[in-house]
């Protein structure tokens, strides 16, 4: 195992085996970039899902590769064939949709035929179709079943059948077990991967799900505003996680604040661990990420750290513990009871402890103030068209400034209720509070909160002038 960083798969439509290629895609709405130079391919006869949290861009790169969509910039291949112009009638591809609008007034077998009888199919291929159709989606004696008196699940195999009826070799699934509910979507979803080994063609679907993105997948790409995370096989995701959002998003983890300052040692919770990453060259603060199921729970004076039993909840076949190590609350996963209040030891294996890179590159959000006028010992600029004044009697007009706010001192508030807008671009829990990411028109914000927020969001952001810091860059700088 390496460090690890972002390495999306760049498309190589010439490579064997690749159904659809998307390179360099971007796509803007009003003026709003959604999409930010996605590159993927696609290979065929996989179960390839798209996830990641409402509005990161799947659905619009789903519509893109049926053709609803045209890409603002970057090119859509079916094979080495450009495909960017050529309309969703014209693409080997059917897609399922999460409200699937089947033919209420025509029964099962009519609502899977429909598509064959407008390519006036003759009767007897017609009749083969859907019998091979039904058997695959198991409704093997509801031919003449009206629709409404259908089960949401099997309302949903019709839909699936009348798409793959047409014989595509892309079939397109947007969320399609989102109206059903949680039993019947387990159900479903190993039904639709036994659907695609057995119809033996390339399903892309979409999903906010990650525990769905892990049942079904050969192939899951995680994606955050707009931007691929990382592309690989459910374990890849789950056991190498190529950053915190993709290790918070993908199944339970800690994470944890951490400092590199040698290879294959890492120091977090007042202990230095033995790990198998080396160091970035870069940087010495690192974000940890340890998997609940990873810990070793063993006597305290065995224990490479303690902690202090805060809760314990049976999960049927392990204990899910909450304990308290220094200020951090470590998830754990233990087939070992242990009570409430009680110390334990906890140690971990090198291969548990990931090594992620940051997701903000400093520790608080540094930001030039280029223009700043200073009266009686009080500084007075505009961030965000709003106007701040921090008492400093050190800074004098000729200064060069910038201003460094520390993240605990930001707090975000509702929409137009603070000192200016932002868009919430991250939220990671961090083991005992919630580390932020706010993106405004001209600055990215580090923002450390206790509060919970939902990421992708437009929240306020406001700011306790008296927490501001003046730093004067040196000399040689402003000479520049
Ligand atoms: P969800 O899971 O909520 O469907 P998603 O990841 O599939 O989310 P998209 O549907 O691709 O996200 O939307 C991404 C962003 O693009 C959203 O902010 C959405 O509002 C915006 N968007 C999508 N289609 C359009 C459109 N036709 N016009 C304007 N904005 C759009």
Redesign the pocket.
């Known amino acids: 195992m390496s460090l690890k960083d972002v390495k999306p798969q760049v498309g190589d439509k010439t490579a064997e085996g690749k159904l659809v290629t998307l390179t360099n895609i971007c796509k803007s709405?009003?003026n709003e970039e959604?999409l930010k130079n996605v590159n993927l391919y696609i290979k065929d006869k996989t179960f390839v899902t798209l996830l990641?949290p409402?509005?990161?861009?799947?659905?619009?790169i789903l519509r893109i590769i049926g053709g609803f969509e045209t890409p603002s910039s970057g090119e859509v291949y079916f094979g080495d064939t450009i495909m960017n112009d050529v309309p969703p009638h014209k693409r080997p591809v059917n897609t399922v949709f999460q409200k699937y609008a089947l033919f209420p007034h025509l029964n099962v077998f009519e609502n899977i035929a429909f598509g064959l009888r407008i390519k006036k199919l003759p009767e007897a291929e017609i009749k083969a179709a859907v019998k091979k159709m039904l058997a695959l989606v198991d409704l093997k004696g509801y031919e003449r079943r009206p629709i409404n008196k259908l089960s949401g699940g099997q309302q949903q195999r019709v839909a699936i059948a009348r798409a793959l009826v047409n014989m595509p070799k892309l079939l397109l699934l947007d969320?399609p077990l989102g109206a059903l509910d949680l039993k019947l979507r387990k159900d479903m979803q190993l039904e639709l991967k036994k659907i695609q080994q057995q119809a033996n063609i390339t399903f892309i679907y979409?999903t906010?799900d990650q525990e769905e993105a892990l049942t079904m997948s050969d192939i899951i790409v995680v994606m955050k505003s707009g931007k691929i995370q990382q592309i690989g096989t459910p374990q890849d995701i789950y056991n190498e996680p190529a950053n915190a959002f993709v290790a918070d998003f993908i199944g339970e983890s800690n994470i944890i604040d951490a400092v590199m300052t040698e290879n294959k040692k890492v120091t977090f919770c007042g202990h230095e661990f033995d790990c198998v990453d080396d160091r970035f060259e870069d940087t010495t603060l690192v974000d940890v990420v340890v998997r609940p199921e990873d810990v070793d729970v063993t006597s305290p004076e065995n224990g490479m750290v303690c902690g202090v039993v805060e809760d314990s909840v049976f999960k049927g076949v392990h204990y899910e513990m909450t304990v308290k190590c220094g200020e951090y609350y470590w998830l754990i996963h233990s087939t070992d009871s242990q009570p409430v209040g009680a110390t334990i030891g906890m140690s971990l294996d090198p291969d548990c402890i990931h090594i992620m890179r940051k997701m903000f590159p400093t520790t608080e959000t540094h930001i030039d103030i280029d223009e700043f006028t200073v009266e009686d010992g009080k500084v007075t600029f505009t961030l965000e068209d709003s106007e701040f004044t921090v008492d400093d009697a050190s800074v004098s007009e000729d200064d060069s400034l910038s201003a460094v706010f520390e993240p605990f001192d930001i707090q975000i508030t509702a929409e137009n209720e603070g000192d200016f807008n932002g868009y919430l671009d991250s939220v990671i829990y961090k083991s005992y509070y919630n580390e932020m990411i706010v993106i405004t028109d001209n600055n990215r914000w580090l923002v450390k909160s206790y509060s919970d927020e939902q990421v992708g969001t437009t929240v306020g952001v406001k700011i306790n002038p008296q927490a501001i810091r003046l730093e004067k860059k040196e000399a040689a700088q402003n000479e520049v």
């Open positions: 709405f009003d959604i990641g409402s509005g990161c861009g799947k659905t619009t969320e979409v906010h």
